[in-house]
C-alpha cells in the first residue's frame, strides 16, 4: 500500500482510479499541474507521485523537489515526445499512459528498479544495513519511545530505515505510529522466511510506511497479544533481519525486556522459546542501546539486567542511555549521580543522558507521531537527535577548501 498524489489527464485518472483503490493503494490528492504538486508535498507526504509525462505535468523543480524528499515519480506518457521530455529531465521510471494497473502497480510498490538519473546504473549486489537493537529491563524504561525516534533522527538525515518490533510480549510500535496492527508484519516476514519466500517485493508488501515530510521510513509492526510468540523462532527472525539488510542502510529493533533462558525453565528442549527474538536480534544487532530509567528503582533494575547482556554482548557494541533524568528524585545534580551510580557498580564510564521531557512525549503519543513530527524543539528530541548523528550515523568527510595561489608582487625597483 501507498500513497499516491496524482496529476494526470482526466481521461487516465477516471480509467486507472478504481484499479489503484482496489489494490490498497490511498490517494492522499488529485491536482492539476506540476506546480500544485510540489507546494503539496510538505503538507500532504506521499509516498509516490503519479504524473503525466507532459511539460505541464512533470518539470526539473518537481523532480528535484521529490528526490530532496526521498519520494518516487512517475510519469504516464502519451507518445514519444513526452517520453523524450521525461528522458531529458532525467526520469526513466516513465510507462505508457495507455498502459493497464497491472503494469504501473509493480513500479509504485517498488518492485521494479529502475535509475532514477541519467548515467546513474541500478544497485548491483547486496547492501548490508547496520543494525541497532534497543533493549532494556522490565518496568518500561522507554526503549519504544527511543527506538521509535532513534529510526525517524537517522531517516531525517537522509537513510532508508526499517523499524522492527520484536518484543514478544506485545508490541507497542504500531499504536505510537497511528499504524493498523492487525496483521503482524515481523510474523508475516518470519513466515515467509520459513518457506524461503522473502525478498524485496514481499517486504515492500509486509512493511507499512511512517510518512512525514523528509523523514519517512518503513515499520514491521509486532505482535498484538501473547499468544502468536512462537511464530517468532530464532532462525525465523534472523533470517528477516538478514531480508532487510539487505533493503535498507539501516534497521532499528525494538525488543524484549526479558534475557532468560526458556530451555533453562521447561525440560521440554525442542519447544518453542519465547525470547528468541530477542536472543536473535542482539546476536544480529551491530549497536545494542541498553535504555535504563533514571531513578532509584530504575536503576537497581538495569544493573541487575546490564550484568545479563553483557554476557550475551560484547562490551565494545554496547550504548548506555538513561532515560528520564530528572532532580525531583535523584536531588541535585542528578546527572552526577546517575553517573556515579553507574561507573560505581558496572564500571560504565560512557552514558548517554535523556532529559525528563514529559510534554514532549505526552504530545507524541496524543498525536501519534514521532517527537521529530509533535515537539521539534523539545530537549528530549535534541537529545535523541544529537546520538543519532555523534554515535549512529558516519562522521561526513570534511570539504576541503582550494588554496589560491598567489604571485609575490614584485616591488619596482628604485631609481
Given at each position: 500500500?501507498?500513497?499516491?498524489?496524482?496529476?494526470?489527464?482526466?481521461?487516465?485518472?477516471?480509467?486507472?482510479?478504481?484499479?489503484m483503490?482496489?489494490?490498497?493503494?490511498?490517494?492522499?490528492?488529485?491536482?492539476?499541474?506540476?506546480?500544485?504538486?510540489l507546494?503539496?508535498?510538505?503538507?500532504?507526504?506521499?509516498?509516490?507521485?503519479?504524473?503525466?509525462?507532459?511539460?505541464?505535468?512533470?518539470?526539473?523543480?518537481?523532480?528535484?523537489g521529490?528526490?530532496?524528499?526521498?519520494?518516487?515519480?512517475?510519469?504516464?506518457?502519451?507518445?514519444?515526445?513526452e517520453?523524450?521530455?521525461?528522458?531529458?529531465?532525467?526520469?526513466?521510471?516513465?510507462?505508457?499512459r495507455?498502459?493497464?494497473?497491472?503494469?504501473?502497480?509493480?513500479?509504485?510498490?517498488?518492485?521494479?528498479?529502475?535509475?532514477?538519473?541519467?548515467?546513474?546504473?541500478?544497485?548491483?549486489?547486496?547492501?548490508?544495513?547496520?543494525?541497532?537493537?534497543i533493549?532494556?529491563?522490565?518496568?518500561?524504561?522507554?526503549?519504544?519511545?527511543?527506538?521509535?525516534?532513534?529510526?525517524a533522527?537517522?531517516?531525517?538525515?537522509?537513510?532508508?530505515?526499517?523499524?522492527?518490533?520484536?518484543?514478544?510480549?506485545?508490541?507497542?510500535?504500531?499504536?505510537?505510529?497511528?499504524?493498523?496492527?492487525?496483521?503482524?508484519?515481523?510474523?508475516?516476514?518470519?513466515?515467509?522466511?520459513?518457506?524461503?519466500?522473502?525478498?524485496?517485493?514481499?517486504?515492500?508488501?509486509i512493511?507499512?510506511?511512517?510518512?512525514?515530510?523528509?523523514?519517512?521510513?518503513?515499520?514491521?509492526?509486532?505482535?498484538?497479544?501473547?499468544?502468536?510468540?512462537?511464530?517468532?523462532?530464532?532462525?525465523?527472525?534472523?533470517?528477516?533481519?538478514?531480508?532487510?539488510?539487505?533493503?535498507?542502510?539501516?534497521?532499528?529493533?525494538?525488543?524484549?525486556?526479558?534475557?532468560?533462558?526458556?530451555?533453562?525453565?521447561?525440560?521440554?528442549?525442542?519447544?518453542?522459546?519465547r525470547?528468541?527474538?530477542?536472543?536473535?536480534?542482539?546476536?544480529s544487532?551491530?549497536?545494542?542501546?541498553?535504555?535504563?530509567?533514571?531513578?532509584?528503582?530504575?536503576?537497581s533494575?538495569?544493573?541487575?539486567?546490564?550484568?545479563?547482556?553483557?554476557?550475551?554482548?560484547?562490551?565494545?557494541r554496547?550504548?548506555?542511555?538513561?532515560?528520564?533524568?530528572?532532580t525531583?528524585?535523584?536531588?541535585?545534580?542528578?546527572?552526577a549521580?546517575?553517573?556515579?551510580?553507574?561507573?560505581?557498580?558496572?564500571?560504565?564510564?560512557?552514558?548517554?543522558?535523556?532529559?525528563?521531557?514529559?510534554?514532549?512525549?505526552?504530545?507524541?503519543?496524543?498525536?501519534?507521531?514521532?517527537?521529530?513530527?509533535?515537539?521539534?524543539r523539545?530537549?528530549?528530541?535534541?537529545?535523541?537527535?544529537?546520538?543519532?548523528?555523534?554515535r549512529?550515523?558516519?562522521?561526513?568527510?570534511?570539504?576541503?577548501?582550494?588554496?589560491?595561489?598567489?604571485?609575490?608582487?614584485?616591488?619596482?625597483?628604485?631609481?
Amino acid at each position: 500500500m501507498a500513497r499516491l498524489a496524482l496529476a494526470l489527464d482526466p481521461g487516465t485518472e477516471d480509467r486507472l482510479l478504481a484499479d489503484m483503490v482496489e489494490h490498497g493503494h490511498v490517494i492522499v490528492a488529485r491536482l492539476v499541474g506540476w506546480r500544485d504538486v510540489l507546494e503539496s508535498l510538505d503538507m500532504l507526504a506521499p509516498e509516490v507521485v503519479l504524473v503525466g509525462a507532459g511539460r505541464d505535468t512533470l518539470s526539473a523543480e518537481l523532480l528535484t523537489g521529490c528526490d530532496e524528499r526521498g519520494i518516487r515519480l512517475i510519469a504516464l506518457a502519451a507518445g514519444d515526445a513526452e517520453r523524450a521530455h521525461a528522458a531529458h529531465l532525467g526520469l526513466h521510471e516513465v510507462i505508457d499512459r495507455s498502459a493497464a494497473w497491472s503494469e504501473v502497480d509493480p513500479l509504485v510498490r517498488g518492485g521494479v528498479q529502475v535509475p532514477t538519473r541519467i548515467g546513474e546504473s541500478a544497485p548491483q549486489g547486496p547492501r548490508t544495513a547496520s543494525v541497532i537493537a534497543i533493549w532494556g529491563p522490565a518496568g518500561a524504561p522507554g526503549r519504544t519511545t527511543i527506538a521509535v525516534n532513534v529510526a525517524a533522527e537517522i531517516a531525517a538525515a537522509g537513510h532508508s530505515v526499517a523499524l522492527v518490533d520484536a518484543d514478544p510480549y506485545g508490541g507497542t510500535i504500531a499504536p505510537s505510529l497511528g499504524l493498523l496492527d492487525e496483521a503482524p508484519g515481523l510474523a508475516s516476514a518470519c513466515r515467509l522466511a520459513a518457506g524461503g519466500a522473502l525478498d524485496r517485493t514481499e517486504l515492500e508488501r509486509i512493511a507499512q510506511r511512517y510518512s512525514a515530510p523528509r523523514a519517512s521510513f518503513d515499520v514491521f509492526t509486532g505482535l498484538v497479544g501473547p499468544s502468536r510468540w512462537p511464530e517468532l523462532a530464532a532462525d525465523r527472525v534472523t533470517g528477516v533481519l538478514e531480508a532487510i539488510r539487505g533493503w535498507v542502510e539501516y534497521v532499528v529493533i525494538d525488543t524484549g525486556f526479558s534475557l532468560e533462558r526458556d530451555e533453562e525453565l521447561t525440560s521440554d528442549q525442542f519447544a518453542p522459546r519465547r525470547n528468541a527474538a530477542t536472543f536473535a536480534s542482539l546476536s544480529s544487532a551491530d549497536r545494542v542501546v541498553a535504555v535504563g530509567l533514571a531513578d532509584p528503582i530504575g536503576l537497581s533494575r538495569f544493573l541487575r539486567g546490564h550484568g545479563e547482556l553483557v554476557d550475551l554482548v560484547e562490551a565494545e557494541r554496547i550504548d548506555v542511555m538513561m532515560n528520564r533524568v530528572r532532580t525531583s528524585v535523584l536531588g541535585i545534580d542528578a546527572h552526577a549521580q546517575v553517573r556515579q551510580t553507574l561507573r560505581r557498580f558496572a564500571g560504565i564510564t560512557d552514558a548517554v543522558m535523556l532529559p525528563h521531557d514529559a510534554r514532549a512525549a505526552d504530545a507524541a503519543i496524543l498525536t501519534a507521531r514521532t517527537l521529530r513530527d509533535a515537539a521539534a524543539r523539545s530537549p528530549l528530541r535534541s537529545a535523541l537527535r544529537e546520538y543519532a548523528l555523534e554515535r549512529i550515523l558516519p562522521v561526513p568527510e570534511p570539504v576541503r577548501r582550494r588554496r589560491l595561489a598567489f604571485a609575490p608582487l614584485r616591488r619596482a625597483a628604485a631609481g
